[in-house]
Nanobody, 121 residues
Framework: QVQLVESGGGLVQPGGSLRLSCAASGSIFSIYTMRWYRQAPGKQRDLVAAITSGGSTNYADSVKGRFTISRDNSKNTVYLQMNSLKPEDTAVYYC???????????????WGQGTQVTVSS
């Protein structure tokens, strides 16, 4: 069994900061690319940022210069540092990982349950 568990969401004022974490646990052989997505009410789920196992990153244009994705491979954890938050950043944030299972050795995409981020005064 593999689980991805997000934490760190909450309510923040415009201009503020939050740091999201997503920890993978269970029968893990290897984790490849890890990603953060977000979904606002009534909208599709969009990619926010991604990081490869080697540390290469890419970002959606809307968050470049404000958000930073990082990972700690020793902890199977990915982070999203969000600065200069705007009301339009309000969404449920989901982490996603391409992960090879420790028993089956099959590589699949796994999702966390999501964490709410609300930016409002």
């Amino acid at each position: 069994q593999v689980q991805l568990v997000e934490s760190g969401g909450g309510l923040v004022q415009p201009g503020g900061s939050l740091r999201l974490s997503c920890a993978a646990s269970g029968s893990i052989f290897s984790i490849y690319t890890m990603r953060w997505y977000r979904q606002a009410p009534g909208k599709q789920r969009d990619l926010v940022a991604a990081i490869t196992s080697g540390g290469s990153t890419n970002y959606a244009d809307s968050v470049k210069g404000r958000f930073t994705i990082s990972r700690d491979n020793s902890k199977n954890t990915v982070y999203l540092q969000m600065n200069s938050l705007k009301p339009e950043d309000t969404a449920v944030y989901y982490c996603n990982a391409d992960l090879r299972h420790g028993v089956t050795h099959l590589t699949s995409k796994y999702w966390g349950q999501g964490t709410q981020v609300t930016v409002s005064s």
